[in-house]
Every structure is written in C-alpha cells, then in structure tokens.
Nanobody
Framework: QAQPVESGGGLVQPGGSLTLSCTSP???????VGWYRQSPGKQRELVAQ??????RYADSVKDRFTISRDNAENAVYLQMDSLKLEDTAVYYC????????????WGPGTQVTVSA
C-alpha cells in the first residue's frame, strides 16, 4: 500500500490552532487510522485514533484535539486547538493495513512547533 502523506505542520504560538491532514489510498479500507507524535528524547506516543469501536485520545490532548476521517477523500485529519509548548513534536499518521489492528503504514511525519 502507498505510504500515507502528512501535511499541515508548522510553527504556531501557544494557544493557537493547526489542522494536520493525512492522505492515503488505504485510509478508506483501514479499520484503524490515527496520529502519533514523537518529541526529541521521547518515545513515539499515541495522540488520537479512530477504531471500529471508539475514538481514542491521549489524556494530554483530550478536549483540545479532534480526529476525523473522510473516506471519500481518503483522508484523516487532526484538528489541534489550544496548543501548548509540550505539543511540539513530529506528528505521524498511521494507517492500519486491511484486516489488521497491529500492522501499520506510517507517513514520514510533519513537524509541529509551538513557540512564543
């Protein structure tokens, strides 16, 4: 399957907003799509994920971030509001392969920097 491609990262001030986009032909048929992030010196962590059963958010982003998918556009989005300095990271899109919940295609990542 084609590698997902992220876009929408950039530099934003604390309290600001950004919307990340991820496109991939595999999104429409994927049971699990989500966003992860990794900061320097830290492990990659789940930010938000759409599963067949629920939408999951990391506690640190609940009530600030919103994940959504548009199967017609083969896209998944991450609306990020009230951004904090600690949200600075490389954000990765992860698209599960059809029929799997553990095997993913990963995008190259997009940098989000929150700075005054």
């Amino acid at each position: 399957q084609a590698q997902p491609v992220e876009s929408g990262g950039g530099l934003v001030q604390p309290g600001g907003s950004l919307t990340l986009s991820c496109t991939s032909p595999g999104i429409t048929s994927s049971p699990y799509v989500g966003w992860y992030r990794q900061s320097p010196g830290k492990q990659r962590e789940l930010v938000a994920q759409i599963t067949p059963f629920a939408i999951r958010y990391a506690d640190s982003v609940k009530d600030r971030f919103t994940i959504s998918r548009d199967n017609a556009e083969n896209a998944v989005y991450l609306q990020m509001d009230s951004l904090k300095l600690e949200d600075t990271a490389v954000y990765y899109c992860a698209v599960a392969r059809p029929g799997s919940s553990t095997s993913y295609n990963w995008g190259p990542g997009t940098q989000v920097t929150v700075s005054a």
